[in-house]
């Protein structure tokens, strides 16, 4: 058992069915009245961020998910399927439990698969990717003092938006969490 008084960033509880994991927290003693907890959750199942306020003895049950190592093998008709590192097991998961940033993965990467009690509910793709663009206009002269932006097709299909000195073959680092241009690889 977890009590609203140990709360910290990333710890992760079950409330009513549902698992939260504590974004930003803070604990307040006013002048007056009790002590409370006033926090940032985000409900890892279904992404929903709220804000919320709780008694410092509040006690709630400690939620385990597990983040396990899988290989991005294809997918299939909605279906993407990774093979766990460890049993070499194909796992399907349906296209609309991965998150926006699976835009940025290829087939044979790495990701973490997220679990809770057995059910997967997401991915967590590497924070930094390295693709080949291959499509986008070509730079013109000049135009390399400005920070003006041009859009970019990756390898994956992927549409992203890069510098004017960014040409086609070249391979790029992304940010799979903003889905930003970072540097030339």
Known sequence: MLSAGEFRNGVTFEEDGNVYQI??????????????VRT??????NGAVTERTFSPTDKFENAYID??????????SGLYYFMD???????????????????????NMIVKVLSYKGNIFGIEPPNFVELTVTQTDPGFKGNTATNTLKPATLETGAEIRVPLFIEEGEVIRIDTRTGEYMERA
């Open 23 to 36: 974004i930003e927290f803070q604990h307040v003693k006013p002048g007056k009245g009790s002590a409370f």
């Open 40 to 45: 940032k959750i985000r409900n890892v199942i």
């Open 67 to 76: 983040r396990r190592d899988m290989t991005y093998t294809y997918n299939d």
């Open 85 to 107: 590192n460890e049993t070499y097991e194909s796992v399907p998961i349906s296209e609309a439990d991965l998150p926006d940033s699976f835009r940025f993965v290829q087939e």
